[in-house]
């Protein structure tokens, strides 16, 4: 089972992971894994189990470029993200690094701490209540990178971009 | 008929695209900074496999995010980080006190008009200031395209802002922009692009300030068509080559009958100045409308409102009066070509008298990293782009965005303050 981790709208890129403690400022690049939601959820790091699902209002990540803030969301096993609209470079970092992200609006379906079941596969996710919602797939163009696991085992497998003709 | 996204697509990909489409593009420049380069380098070797980059006289890389060096780690990260671009025979490196890698790409004529431009960075969108498709990407993203000189898209769709009239005295380009952010709201232009017309009057450092607010709401670019009014008068400080290579290139213009989703129109005659109050961008109240709000520090830098013109702006309303008691007022410069403009012409002189503080060109204290990071409780009246909480430090302290107008007459009174309040109330000494 995973637990469903509620988070409100425009949730920054600042609030995921802030400047501060970016990469490039710590000695240790790997204790990026203490810092998903740091200051804005200090639970979310230390609770969060691989697998876990976060399930978020408008415009998720959005704000800057930083690829470490969906990295520090890897590090820990976040399973799937899901949001109504996510901001387009978070999208393709997210994309890149092979996190699933679905594009439905959840927040008030699902409850903070609910034990649900992700089945990636179908695209379904199976609530403790035994209710069944179905995910809407990833445009086509982009399923073969999610199911390579992400952007550089997709290029290196196919030696093309997503979109481009086979 | 297309928009400027769609010309600069199509002849990217080398065939006719429209918005919709997904594409792969040749890109004409990748640019990287100190941040984000030493996981680019390794993404590149190390999980690509590239020895190389495609072509080291199209990937620039700047050091901007934290100059000079504000820690043994920065410092030697820093380090690794020359001795990769010299290894890589990449000319294009602008080191510590440069300034931010937007700006210095438009002076050093990298950045050109119609050109695609992919950096390391959200904020590239700025190079739409010269009307290049610039767009920020992660590090996996600009690894590849480093390796490859290539990359993918969606063609946007494109938002106009269409802005008629003139500003009135005190409220400028930031404004504008702010007022767009206010209207299409933070998610808005999300996955599309922004054009910005009638605003053939601004140059291009003020063009800037729109371009990189493009990305707050949530743009892909932020396109200002390119029609210079007199290429000398847009870019008095670069080299006449530069200059020259600022004009429109012959295939891209806009064009009556392309397709835009949405439209915005401002009347600048009628805009009061803009304040983003905390903690979201698109929290934007005409200032008229948010009473005393106190404020301890005045940042004035940043590639939306570090410009020459801005420190320029300021010091046309600091000349001859003193910060307010107990203000602090940082000035960062965008870059050094900005602080020579501004030291030549007694600018910088004037910021200083008035009691300001001057840091090396760069980003600054923009994202809390050194140089005025921010304590719990204290507030901020940024002319940067984002004022998320936490973005300049503690997540207890409080950014209000505003124009270097509106940071200047603050800085005199201590409150958030019109500039036409200070002409009015506070004698100059000179
Ligand atoms: S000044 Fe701020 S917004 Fe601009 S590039 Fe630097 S960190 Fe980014």
Known sequence: MARVWIFGQDINTDQIVPGRYAPYMLKNEADLRNYPFVEHRPDFAPGVQPGDLIVAGNNFGCGSSREYAPLALRLVGVGAIVAPLFARIFFRNALNLGIPCFTADLTSTLRDGQEVELRLEEGVIVTDEGQHIQLPPPPAFLRDVWAAGGIVPFYRQYGRFPGEAR | ?430
């Open chain 2, 1 to 430: 008929m297309q928009t400027l996204s769609e010309q600069i697509l199509s002849r990217a990909a080398g065939r006719t695209v429209m918005a919709g489409e997904v594409v792969t593009v040749d890109v004409d420049l990748v640019m990287m900074h100190d941040s984000l380069s030493p996981s680019i380098i390794r993404v590149l070797h190390e999980e690509l496999g590239a020895e190389r980059v495609w072509d080291p006289e199209r990937v620039a890389v700047v050091i901007d995010h934290v100059a000079p060096a504000a820690s043994v780690q920065t410092a030697e990260k820093q380090a690794d980080v020359r001795r990769w671009v010299k290894s890589q025979g990449i000319r294009h490196l602008f080191d510590v006190g440069r300034g931010i890698s937007h700006p210095v790409l438009v002076e050093e004529g990298l950045a050109r008009p119609g050109m695609v431009i992919v950096g390391s960075d959200s904020h590239s969108t700025a190079y739409g200031c010269v009307a290049a498709f610039g767009t920020g990407m992660g590090t996996t993203d600009i690894a590849l395209a480093a390796a490859t000189g290539r990359t993918w898209f969606r063609v946007p769709e494109t938002v106009l802002v269409r802005a008629e009239g003139r500003f009135r005295p005190g409220v400028s380009a930031k404004d504008l922009a702010l007022y767009a952010a206010r209207r299409l709201r933070a998610d808005g232009a999300t996955y599309a692009a922004v054009e910005w017309h009638g605003v053939e009057f601004l140059s291009i450092m003020e063009r800037m300030t729109l371009a990189t607010l493009s990305i707050e709401v949530g743009a892909k670019a932020g396109l200002v068509p390119p029609v210079f009014a007199e290429p000398g008068a847009i870019l008095p400080s670069a080299r006449a080559e530069v200059r020259r290579s600022a004009l429109q290139p012959d295939f891209l213009q806009v064009q009556a009958g392309a397709r835009y989703s949405q439209v915005l129109t401002v009347d600048l005659d009628r805009l009061e100045p803009q304040i983003s109050a905390p903690h979201t961008v698109d929290n934007v109240a005409d200032l008229s409308e948010l009473g005393r709000v106190a404020i301890d520090v005045v940042y004035l830098g940043t590639c939306t409102n570090g410009h020459y013109e801005d420190m320029a702006a300021a010091a046309r309303i600091l000349r001859g009066r003193r910060l307010a008691p107990g203000m602090r007022m940082l000035v960062v410069p965008a870059s050094a070509q900005a602080l020579q403009r501004a030291t030549a012409d007694g600018t910088l002189m004037t910021l200083l008298e008035a009691g300001a503080t001057i840091g090396t060109p760069g980003c600054g204290a923009c994202i809390g990293r050194h140089m005025g990071v921010l304590a719990p409780d204290e507030v901020c009246l940024f002319t940067g782009n984002r004022n998320f909480r936490g973005r300049m430090g503690s997540p207890q302290a409080n950014i209000y965005l505003a124009s270097p107008e509106v940071a200047a007459a603050t800085a005199l009174t201590g409150y958030l303050t019109h500039p036409q309040e200070v002409e009015a109330s506070l004698p100059s000494q000179v």
